[in-house]
T-cell receptor, first 114, second 113 residues
Framework: DTGVSQNPRHKITKRGQNVTFRCDPISEHNRLYWYRQTLGQGPEFLTYFQNEAQLEKSRLLSDRFSAERPKGSFSTLEIQRTEQGDSAMYLC????????????FGQGTRLTVV | AQSVTQLGSHVSVSEGALVLLRCNYSSSVPPYLFWYVQYPNQGLQLLLKYTSAATLVKGINGFEAEFKKSETSFHLTKPSAHMSDAAEYFCAVAIYNFNKFYFGSGTKLNVKP
């Protein structure tokens, strides 16, 4: 068990470009979450998956954002037509389903849109 | 709805002094509560969690927190601060189905030599 892995760790992109981030959860975890964290703020919920099903999306997640978790394993978060306001740390976490269990976080992908 | 309020965005203590980081929560159902720590450019690491067992919870690195339902609080303490405790600390709440975790805005702890 190597923990939650996120790639890339850093991404600099020009405004208007598309970017994709990958998250590999802890192997036996069936829940996977995406959060966004901006400077000086706590993580904000974006979306979560139960196995391959995306069960909830935050209103923060505009139509430019899409997330997938094919086969209930790794997940990708794509941002289309990036804007400067998308600059943030994108955190992925995974957990088991049973009550009382914590979320294990990856080290995040820091996105800078220039 | 669930929410978390962390009082004090910055806390500064001297090395060896008591650390007290405050967290109040709002939840319409019995909550699960967590404290996470984040070092610069890193993800979040769990310090401790409350899951309706003992109200006084002990975590890693000498931290502990007490769940007080009457005060809707879950404050984090450590008797003696170390320089290595300097980081940002986040309180979080989740409810029974764990569909999401709600985080506070964080408290940056500075430890002075």
């Amino acid at each position: 068990d190597t923990g939650v892995s996120q790639n890339p760790r850093h991404k600099i992109t020009k405004r208007g470009q598309n970017v994709t981030f990958r998250c590999d959860p802890i192997s036996e975890h069936n829940r996977l979450y995406w959060y966004r964290q901006t400077l000086g703020q706590g993580p904000e919920f974006l979306t979560y998956f139960q196995n391959e099903a995306q069960l909830e999306k935050s209103r923060l997640l505009s139509d430019r954002f899409s997330a997938e978790r094919p086969k209930g394993s790794f997940s990708t978060l794509e941002i289309q037509r990036t804007e400067q306001g998308d600059s943030a740390m994108y955190l992925c976490a995974s957990s088991l389903t049973r009550g009382g269990t914590e979320a294990f976080f990856g080290q995040g992908t820091r996105l800078t849109v220039v | 709805a669930q929410s978390v309020t962390q009082l004090g965005s910055h806390v500064s203590v001297s090395e060896g002094a008591l650390v007290l980081l405050r967290c109040n929560y709002s939840s319409s159902v019995p909550p699960y509560l967590f404290w996470y720590v984040q070092y610069p450019n890193q993800g979040l690491q769990l310090l401790l969690k409350y899951t309706s067992a003992a109200t006084l919870v002990k975590g890693i690195n000498g931290f502990e927190a007490e769940f007080k339902k009457s005060e809707t609080s879950f404050h984090l303490t450590k008797p003696s601060a170390h320089m290595s405790d300097a980081a940002e600390y986040f309180c979080a709440v989740a409810i029974y189905n764990f569909n999401k975790f709600y985080f506070g805005s964080g408290t940056k702890l500075n430890v002075k030599p």
